[in-house]
């Protein structure tokens, strides 16, 4: 007796020998094309959907509303699970391979304990460690010369392996100014919480590098402070290949020009939290623009020269009204003093200076304490 075709599998499966014939004409003509090409459960409903919707395999009335639940539908997905391939033994179940007769190789740089997790597929994009750190530090300082990147600007491990997750995964996203630490920072904020006492969880994620260092004080308001902070972002997003140095370095020279320009009569210059919220704004835009397929360098060059966005962000404010000490402001009109209060009664010391005449009265004839004042009240000589 000959062995069974593709084609009596497929009709075996509940298709018809019309659709089987269709389905391979398409180029599925045999089970190790179509196993090889459904590699996974999503590939399998992008190939229903494919030859139910495009290609009318089971007639003209199937619509992208209706073909998840057509029976067709259903036989091809009982077809596929039955010619996938099944796991090796001793696999972990509920996990898959794409290919069952090559091993997983471990990734270099992966260490034993981690080969052994319960994962069919160890991780593909490590976190930097610090020897790659150093590594990028150098090939920087060598691509671009004149550029010395010191500890005050070296980019702390946790801000840099957030960089180096967010350009590997084009999921850009801003970082506030606290989370970005030079590794001189790092060690401050490190000294400063050597002496607190952490609880058993908070010690866990932050030896497992989930919890990033943070500033733990006020940001200082000085120019030369924010330029220190935006030239460590430039240098962690340029180290891991995001953006050309020229384009970070331009929109840190605007945007320190706007920030410490001096102010006119009657307006002051942005604060530090002001100066954060347009940073912010603007690296929103520029980040709108990755995602819209544009590069990095080009999106800041586009928001930072051609629209000029920083200037009209980090302008100059007005001053709001003094108030006079003294006075309150309420409504626009000024309050009267407060009253002068009533004196305590004259100590032995006072008294003493009753017997000496007042100056102010003894000259005008008036004194404003009335009296309540310490010293003889005598006319005015004439």
Known sequence: MAAPTWKDALVAAGLTAGMADMLIDLGYADRDVFVSALVSEQATEKFIKFVLVEKHLAGESITTDTWEFHPVAGKLRALWRATKPKPASGAVPGQELAQ???????????????????????????????????????????????????????????????????????????????RILSEDASVEVRARKGSQCLDLATALTTAAGLIMDEWDQELGASALRVQRLLETRAFAYTMVGAGHLAAWTTYIQKFVHFYAKRSSDGFRPPSVLEAEEADRTAMGEVFALCFAGHALEDALSHVAVDRDILRHLLCERPKGPKVE????????????????????PMLKDQKDQKHKSCHSFRLTGKCKFGDTCKFQHEAAAE
Not at 333 to 344: A, F, H, N, Q, W
């Open 100 to 178: 069952p007769a090559e091993q997983v190789q471990p990734v270099s740089g992966i260490t034993a304990p981690q080969a052994l997790l319960p994962l069919a597929v160890a991780p593909t994009c490590p976190k930097p460690t610090t020897a790659d750190r150093e590594k990028m530090r150098r090939d920087l300082e060598k691509a671009y010369p004149g550029i010395v990147v010191s500890g005050a600007t070296l980019p702390a491990m946790g801000f840099l392996q957030t960089v180096h997750a967010q350009c590997n995964s084009k999921c850009w996203e801003w970082i506030g100014w606290k």
């Open 325 to 344: 000490k003294g006075k309150f402001r309420e409504s626009g009109e000024d309050k009267e003093p407060l009253k002068r209060r009533k004196s305590t």
